[in-house]
């Protein structure tokens, strides 16, 4: 439960992250798509450095969290970031949040729930190998290699989702590392800051967060939303398999997880297709 409530707010802190952060990228300009300028334009804006301190919180209460749970377990629920969303949107900007939108809240939640029942997530005892970070860096990063490379010769909402796509990757990659970390934090606290695991958490979250910038610059929460919302926990419950040795029910309860995911991605679809998520001229909170 420890693990539930750290996730649950490492979520809202998140959410807080995206909507500030997305009120900074949309005035960035086209022309500083995969340039570090974008980065520079960004670190000059309060409302972007509010939103990094948001994602700073995030983060730890993520790490937090997957001290106490499994990768299979505290990622999903990470999940609730979009709900959240539409709160802060709602609190900060007064705007009302209709039937179709709670419906979609719900879709989020039945298929998180049904996701988490239906998977049961178990605490694995396995330490990664060296060749096992190998062959999982190996296969994550080409996979993000593609999708980067297919973004760059696209525009608009095509780009957004590949991007959106490889940083949900990125997150989850970035994650399991977490994982590693802590894991070295309560075995060899001595050694933890010459541990290569914390220098590649920290290399692989500052790239992840580049890549999920390019993604809000090159289209809207719509398209960047859903498929971060997908990729990030189904990567991390792959993760948490392979590299630690945790569990999941397959057989016929993989139907029920198929379910839960669409659940999920309807949800998530519904939600970033909201007019309070797509009115861009959500830029100062009304008094």
Not at 129 to 153: E, F, H, K, Q, S
């Amino acid at each position: 439960m420890i693990a539930v409530l750290l996730a649950i707010l490492a979520a809202a802190c998140n959410a807080l992250s995206s909507v500030m952060q997305r009120r900074a990228a949309r005035t960035a300009p086209e022309s500083d798509a995969f340039k570090l300028s974008l980065m520079w334009d960004m670190m000059r804006k309060p409302v972007w450095l509010g939103g990094i301190g948001a994602l700073i919180g995030g983060f730890l209460l993520q790490a937090s969290a997957l001290n106490f749970g499994t990768l299979a377990l505290v990622q999903p629920l990470l999940i609730t970031e979009l709900p959240f969303t539409m709160v802060i949107i709602w609190l900060m900007y007064r705007v009302k949040l209709n039937r179709n939108v709670w419906l979609a809240i719900s879709s989020v939640t039945v298929g998180l729930a049904v996701l988490l029942a239906s998977a049961r997530p178990g605490g694995g005892h396995k330490a990664p190998t060296p060749g096992d970070w190998a062959i999982i860096t190996v296969i994550c990063g080409g996979i993000a290699a593609y999708l980067i490379g297919m973004a760059r010769v696209t525009r608009g909402s095509h780009r957004a989702a590949l991007l959106g796509t490889a940083s949900g990757l990125g997150f989850a990659f970035t994650a399991a590392l977490m994982k590693e970390s802590t894991r070295l934090f309560d075995t060899e606290q001595a050694q933890v800051l010459t541990a290569w695991p914390v220098y590649a958490m920290v290399a692989a979250g500052i790239f992840s967060v580049y890549v999920l910038q390019n993604a809000l610059q090159s289209g809207n929460l719509v398209v960047v939303q859903p498929t971060l919302n997908v990729t990030d926990p189904v990567a991390s419950i792959g993760l948490g398999v392979a590299l630690f040795g945790e569990s999941i029910r397959l057989g016929a309860w993989v139907l029920l997880e198929l379910l839960g995911v669409a659940l999920i991605f309807f949800g998530s679809v519904r939600l970033a297709q909201s007019p309070q998520i797509r009115q861009d001229d959500l830029m100062e909170p009304k008094e």
